[in-house]
């Protein structure tokens, strides 16, 4: 795991923001570097990838942010000019100098291997964060026994579980697992960075160089350059040691410090805050100035990414999401999740924005088509782009399509004429009129589709046909004479949008009338009752099953399989039904251009659903959703649009498949808040719970599954953080809650949390057994004197008062204005009044509003025969009536209509009731 240091470098140098000493003019600098801050984010944040702001607005401790770190819990803390944060994806929870901290400035933040959060600061005291509290010297004996002479500035914990702690000047502190202070003096200042190798030995990067700590500690390893300050480490996950000085970056070779390709990240500060390796290898080097980013770890490439030109950003974080985070100065924090994919215009040195054809020619390169003949390549690892502009000014036209033959040629079809690239740079124009589309059958023979025919043209007989560039009059070419070079004309006098030979001989046809197909010496039209295919048909494409792929311009897909035809259009999942392009990758995807991005067909005829269509737009990092056309390689896409070229790295995308972790944060009883605990022990009057969860997921948390054990065993599904239980029974409980992440993936494990609720006295096991064993002789008594000789009814209703006790207890499930879902046994229901689009549930406790209405509660209650609708606003549980009149009934001292078309419902329970409460 690559290690990275603090940018301790704002505290030593000119560039130090929290000196005010280091300006003559603080005020004015001030304001020069708010003016100039405020012209370069808006700059930076125009540019690609788009970022999402958190700051003093959104809860954060400090809008200068130095450092960032995820614990293994999954929380991202952040070291603030102003506090220490911590953040789950909903809210910031902040701690101050009052909660804990040693001073308010932290610098950097550390996890040791038990799960403790050690924040460094300015102070020459210690502290950590663990179970919600901050430890400090003052409530911790080991805190109180480490001290330095001057503020803390690294740590490393090793794999016997000592902890090493660097200071600015000249001391190391190990606290060993049996909680012994040990303090090093060392020789040498500013220990920036301290690491353990893979040997085992611990080492340190000073300001120096560096000292081998396990060897000997007193003199210096690997010595820094003469008369310079190493002011940055990285230790690289292939080994290399990073290290730079101001705004130079040095690689230790052969044991010494060696610049690395002669390259200066020059800023305004003319310094390197922070060096960093994300998960793909990435080096990220972030300055006063922006940050770059080394594609794979190789600092000698010619090209690099550039992110946020003109802000001052301190340290870089990747979470486990592969989101990457930027802490900046007086901005906050700036996240992306899209951080692979960019875009490229006129500004990266592309002639015109709108391209209009794109394809990879053998060297790997990206060939551009534009308009005016304009053809280039952009080097997919570089970016740089090579002009390969055809010297035909006078010829006016768009690229419509490019091909390459065997033998390396570049096939141009373009407004008005045919054209040749070779391998060595040779240019041919052939004007055989508007070429839509081109493609090469397996002899090798050109393909056109044109404005006003299709047919074949042998790219030999092209030869002793040319253009004199300078002097079109002076070519040997006639232009009516094209029919001379045309082998044989497939068909004349139809527009035709797109060829494409198949494996099958077939030579399928896209034109302004329909989808037809040329097989020996005949045109075949596909005519269908549905007239699908009748329209014009912009592009064909064959997968390796031998499925044929068809595109129109206004109704969607067509997909031609040996014994099915399917038809997808936006109401399937298509982005739109107007689409232009289309490419079947190596994973037989096809990809569709159209005028509102891109979509992705995976066909699979094995499935439920034999289509499963992705999409991606402007929200995805497209510069534009007008898209002409694209090239897939491997799982990046590149896309000409209208505005540019963008690249889509699919997995950037498609990355959130981490298992958000989920917690119990809270939990309040008979509405006061108390500690949450794993297992709790209650009375039974203390059955009021509401409890709060958080799944932890920085591309967001879509819902979470959650269930009371003992109360129900199915998952109930909501997108509130908390869930009420209003009137559990005596019992023994265990809540479980799962969150489920934008990409549908379940926590791995739930958070649980387990509790009892007891029993009142006359609930008890041995009271029941006593007042069971009297009430059996008192039963049998009555049944030995009166029941069996004068009243089997009674027997039976003493029969259904027995059942109706080993009943499990029923409940009433709704959600309250309040949020969450409320569970209400029916015993505890009086009755139900309706209001409008409300309803009003009352019990002996409390009432409850609910957003739904009268009929929906009386469909869920239709199988509770004692609770019925008396009138057209009220439900009542007859188990409560305390009185029972001709037109009303009364429960506790309140009256309750009776409709008259409802009497009769009253009248059939009246005797049953009676008879149940008077035995």
């Known amino acids: 795991m690559p290690i990275a240091v603090c940018p301790w470098l704002l505290i030593f140098t000119d560039v130090n923001p929290i000196c005010p000493d280091q300006a003559s003019n603080p005020l004015l600098l001030g304001v020069i570097c708010v003016l100039l801050f405020a012209f370069d984010v808006s700059q930076g944040l125009a540019q690609r990838p788009v970022y999402k702001s958190y700051n003093v607005d959104n809860g954060l401790a400090s809008s200068t942010v130095y450092y960032a770190l995820q614990d293994s819990r999954g929380y991202l803390w952040f070291a603030t000019k102003t506090g220490l944060s911590r953040y789950d994806g909903y809210q910031f929870e902040n701690y101050f100098t009052q909660d804990g901290l040693p001073t308010n400035e932290v610098f950097i933040i550390y996890e040791d291997g038990s799960g403790r959060i050690w924040p460094l600061s300015f102070s020459r005291q210690l502290s950590y964060f663990s179970d919600g509290k901050l430890y400090h010297a003052h409530n911790n004996d080991l805190l109180a026994k480490i001290r330095t002479d001057d503020f803390f500035t690294s740590f490393v914990e090793d794999r016997a579980g000592n902890l090493w702690f660097g200071s600015y000047d000249k001391q190391l502190i190990q606290v060993t697992p049996d909680k012994e202070v040990v303090n090093h003096k060392l020789n040498h200042r500013m220990i920036r960075y301290l690491w353990e190798d893979e040997t085992g030995m611990i080492r340190a990067g000073s300001a120096e160089g560096v000292i081998n700590i396990t060897a000997n500690p007193d003199r210096l390893e690997y010595p820094f350059l003469s008369g310079q300050s190493a002011e940055q480490y990285l230790i690289t996950s292939d080994g290399r040691w990073l290290a730079s000085a101001i705004s130079n970056l040095y690689v230790l070779q052969d044991d010494h410090w ?192 044109c404005h006003s025919f299709a047919g074949y043209i042998q790219p030999k007989r092209l030869a002793p046909f040319s253009i004199d560039h300078n002097n079109p009059a002076n070519s040997n070419f006639d ?173 950037s995308l498609e990355r959130n498949t981490e298992p958000p972790p989920v917690y119990i944060t809270s939990l309040t009883i008979n509405r006061q808040p108390v500690q949450v605990q794993h297992q709790i022990e209650l009375a039974h009057h203390l059955n009021n719970l509401r409890i709060g969860f958080t799944g932890i997921s920085f591309r967001g948390i879509s819902a979470y599954h959650y269930r009371m054990l003992g109360l129900d065993t199915n998952w109930n599904a909501t997108s509130e953080r908390s869930v009420e239980f209003a009137s559990l029974s005596p019992g023994r409980y265990s809540f479980e809650v799962l969150a489920i992440n934008s990409n549908g993936i379940h926590s791995s494990k739930a958070a649980l949390m387990a509790f009892t609720i007891h029993p009142p006295v006359w609930k008890t096991w041995w009271f029941k057994t006593l007042l069971a064993l009297g009430f059996a002789g008192m039963i049998y008594l009555f049944f030995r004197i009166r029941v069996l000789t004068y009243n089997k009814d009674v027997v039976r209703v003493l029969i259904r008062m027995m059942i109706s006790k080993l009943q499990k207890e029923e409940v009433l499930v709704a959600k309250s204005l309040e949020g969450p879902f409320i569970k209400i046994p029916l015993r505890d229901l009086w009755w139900i009044q309706s209001s409008r689009n409300y309803i009003e549930i009352v019990t002996p406790d409390r009432k409850y509003l609910v957003r739904t209405t009268l009929k929906e509660i009386e469909n869920k209650l239709q199988k509770k025969k004692y609770i019925v609708r008396l009138h057209k606003s009220y439900i009542v549980n007859l188990k409560v009536v305390r009185t029972f009149k001709s037109n009303a009934v009364e429960i506790n001292d309140t009256v309750i209509p009776v409709g008259n078309s409802y009497k009769h419902v009253l009248n059939a329970m009246k005797k049953k009731l009676e008879l149940s409460k008077n035995p």
């Open 479 to 651: 232009r009516p004479s094209f029919r001379a070079f045309i082998d044989s004309i497939a068909i004349y006098g139809e527009r035709t949008y797109a060829v494409h030979p198949a494996a099958d001989g077939k030579i399928w046809l896209g034109t302004m009338n329909g989808l037809k197909y040329y097989h020996e010496d005949r045109v075949h039209d596909i005519k269908r009752k549905d007239g699908i295919l009748d329209g014009r048909i912009t592009d064909i494409k064959s997968d390796s099953k031998g499925h044929i792929w068809v595109t129109t311009f206004d109704n969607g897909v067509v997909l031609l399989t040996p014994d099915s035809v399917y038809h997808l259009t936006a109401a399937s999942g298509l982005g739109s039904n107007i689409c232009t392009r289309l490419f079947i990758d190596e994973k037989d995807r096809a990809w569709i251009c159209s005028n509102k991005g891109i979509s992705a067909i995976v066909f699979d005829r094995s499935a439920p659903e034999p289509f499963s269509i992705s999409r991606y737009t402007t929200q995805d990092q497209l510069i534009s959703n007008e898209v002409n056309d694209l090239y897939v390689i491997h799982d990046t896409v590149w896309a000409a649009t209208a505005k540019g070229l963008s690249r889509i790295v699919l997995p």
């Open 258 to 449: 060696k610049l690395v390709g002669n390259r200066t990240f020059q800023s305004k500060a003319k310094a390197i805050n922070y060096l960093y390796q994300s998960g793909d290898k990435s080096i990220w080097i972030c300055t006063q100035d922006g940050v770059w980013r080394f594609e794979n770890g190789d600092l000698d490439a010619p090209g690099e990414d550039r992110y946020l030109n003109g802000v001052a950003v301190y340290s870089v974080l990747e979470d486990r999401e592969q989101n990457i985070w930027f802490n900046t100065q007086k901005s906050g924090v700036l996240k992306t999740e899209t951080w692979h994919n960019r875009s490229f215009t006129t500004a990266d040195g592309l002639p015109d924005n709108n391209i209009s054809c794109i394809m990879v020619n053998r060297s790997g390169e990206l060939l551009l088509g534009f308009d005016q003949l304009r053809l280039g390549t952009l080097n997919t690892q570089t970016h740089g782009y090579k002009s390969l502009d055809l010297p035909f000014s006078q010829w006016k036209g768009i690229i419509n399509d490019i091909i390459l033959d065997p033998d390396g040629n570049i096939w141009l079809a373009a407004d008005e004429y045919l054209s040749c690239v070779s391998p060595s740079g040779h240019k041919r124009l052939f004007p055989v009129g508007s070429v839509k589309s081109i493609a090469l059958d397996r002899q090798g023979a050109l393909i056109l589709g």
